[in-house]
């Protein structure tokens, strides 16, 4: 089992930046590829960015150019830094990890951009 623990959520006025954080604990050996999905309210859960262990990225095309997903394997971390970020953007943000053919999901952290 893999736990996932979301922090860094919150309320930012547009244009403004936010940076998620997903530690991973429980059995972290060989965890795959790391990312973020998101659910807006009344959507469906759509993949914002994911990173798998040689670290290539991919990105939704609605956040390209704005947004920045990273890992720090010492500290089974995954981070994705927000920039520019709309009002669009407010959703439930949700960490995964894959490990051995497996998915584990975070509880998920809100960001909400508004004026």
């Known amino acids: 089992q893999v736990q996932l623990v979301e922090s860094g959520g919150g309320l930012v006025q547009p244009g403004g930046s936010l940076r998620l954080s997903c530690a991973a604990s429980?059995?972290?050996?060989?965890?795959?590829?790391m990312g973020w999905f998101r659910q807006a309210p009344g959507k469906g859960r759509n993949l914002v960015a994911s990173?798998?262990?040689?670290?290539?990225?991919n990105y939704a095309d609605s956040v390209k150019g704005r947004f920045t997903i990273s890992r720090d394997n010492a500290k089974n971390t995954v981070y994705l830094q927000m920039n520019s970020l709309k009002p669009e953007d407010t959703a439930v943000y949700y960490c995964?990890?894959?490990?051995?053919?497996?998915?584990?999901w975070g509880q998920g952290t809100q960001v909400t951009v508004s004026s």
């Open positions: 995964i990890a894959q490990r051995s053919g497996s998915t584990y």
């Open positions: 429980g059995s972290i050996f060989s965890i795959g590829t």
């Open positions: 990173i798998n262990s040689g670290s290539t990225t």
